[in-house]
């Protein structure tokens, strides 16, 4: 039995990672915002939902396929954007892409991955969406989002809770850098994780390549870095929804949407589809989990555009009770990060099959044969109560 064979949950694999990726990068992943409050609750609060056994139902010729923008998808699950990827396995972007494609579930590449969107339209065939960072620099985001274009990307999730950055005291601690800094401590760190290190002496990809070498004041790691720390845009708001979609002229999916009103607000703007989120935990700490404030955004605007969810999701039981409140679908950033860090692509597949078999083995105990089945119905109903807001 292989090491990945061994992992039945994502915390198993989350445990493998730990011990085969550098710790600046294993943090950055397993970190939140300041006390690390919402990226908790983002985990707990799932298991205050209970689920509704049913039993002497045929289960024959179960189905988890859904649409997501009409694209059918094998499972209601799609990959995060995730920044730096990349460094948690070498060109871990294409890989979990590839893992993706193989699972028949959208893959979204970030503006601040490692390898860049041309790397991942040359390396995989199904169309990949993109993750748009909205920069004060607009004619690079014009030229990114007309490579996102040009590289047939289905669809463009544009984030808009990180026009500042929420404070991360583990990066902070660490010291963290891409590509990192090769301090007495990193060497220290890299000597035990050899394989990790091979491969990234294997590979070009080390740096945040949508930007290296497509603006001209980022043409080494200082000036790089420099530019992306001055560039995230203050003044993002919601007629940037307008002129973004144009130019894209595909679907934009809202991400970052917590609270009833945004969401009013990103669909009134043009979105076609919101993806409920807290960023994982890493930006607002204090706000609600993703899954509490899930059935009132789901209240709001459920009826006027599909609404995906992300935060907290690592098994596939998570996605079932997200469905229950009224997510069409769901997105997973760390589930898919620790499968990388753990066993790269393969590692990444293996974190998709423990979701997928069990959606499928909980849904059946549930006595549904069809996740599109799945709703208020499917959960006891009053073990999330909403929060009162203001
Ligand atoms: C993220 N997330 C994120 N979101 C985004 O829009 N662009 C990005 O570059 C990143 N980068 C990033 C890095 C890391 C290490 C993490 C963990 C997350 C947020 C991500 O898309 C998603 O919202 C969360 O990861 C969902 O929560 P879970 O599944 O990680 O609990």
Redesign the pocket.
């Known amino acids: 039995m292989s090491v990945l064979d061994r992992c039945l949950t994502i915390d198993d694999l989350k445990q493998v990672a730990k011990r085969r990726v550098p710790k600046q990068f294993f943090d950055?992943?397993?970190?939140g915002a300041w006390t690390e409050q919402t990226?908790r609750a983002?985990?707990e609060d799932f298991r205050h939902i209970t689920l509704r056994q049913r039993v002497a139902v045929n289960l024959e010729n179960r189905n988890l396929s859904t649409t997501m923008l009409g694209q059918t998808v094998a499972m209601p699950v799609a990959i995060?954007?995730?920044?730096?990827?990349g460094m948690q396995s070498p060109d871990g972007e294409i890989k979990a892409a590839r893992a993706a494609e193989k699972a028949g579930i959208p893959f979204?590449l970030?503006?601040?991955?490692i390898c860049s969107i041309e790397d991942i339209a040359e390396n995989t065939s199904a169309p990949f969406w993109f993750?748009l960072?909205v920069m004060r620099d607009r004619p690079y985001i014009e030229r990114l989002i007309d490579r996102a274009k040009a590289a047939r990307c289905g669809a463009l999730?544009l984030?808009m809770?990180?026009q500042i950055l929420g404070q991360r005291h583990k990066d902070i601690r660490n010291g963290l850098l891409v590509p990192p800094k090769f301090t007495a401590k990193f060497l220290y760190e890299i000597a035990r994780k050899p394989a990790w290190a091979m491969g990234m002496l294997g590979t070009k990809r080390r740096t945040f390549r949508n930007v290296h070498g497509h603006v001209s004041e980022a043409t080494n790691l200082a000036s790089l870095t420099e530019w992306t720390r001055t560039q995230f845009d203050l003044t993002l708001n919601w007629k940037d929804v307008g002129w973004i979609k144009d130019r894209f002229g595909g679907p934009v999916i809202i991400?970052?949407i917590l609270d009833a009103e945004d969401a009013q607000l990103a669909v009134d703007a043009g979105a076609d589809a919101i993806?409920v989120?807290?960023?994982?935990?890493?930006q607002l700490d204090g706000a609600p989990s993703?899954i509490r404030v899930l059935p009132e955004i789901v209240a709001a605007v459920g009826n006027r555009t599909e609404i995906f969810m992300?935060?907290?999701?690592?098994s596939g039981q998570d996605v079932i009770k997200a469905l229950a409140l009224g997510a069409r679908s769901t997105?997973?950033?760390?589930?898919?990060?620790y499968g990388l860090g753990a066993g790269g692509e393969a590692g990444v597949t293996r974190a998709l099959d423990i979701i997928r078999t069990e959606m499928d083995t909980t849904m059946a105990l549930m006595g549904e044969r069809d996740i599109r089945n799945i709703g208020r119905h499917s959960i006891y109903s009053n073990d999330l109560p909403p929060r009162r807001r203001p």
């Open positions: 950055y992943a397993d970190s990226y983002n985990e995060a954007p995730v920044g730096s990827t979204t970030s503006t601040m991955a993750q960072y999730v984030t809770d990180l991400k970052g993806i989120s807290n960023h994982g935990g890493r993703s992300d935060g907290g999701i690592r997105f997973i950033g760390r589930a898919m990060n």
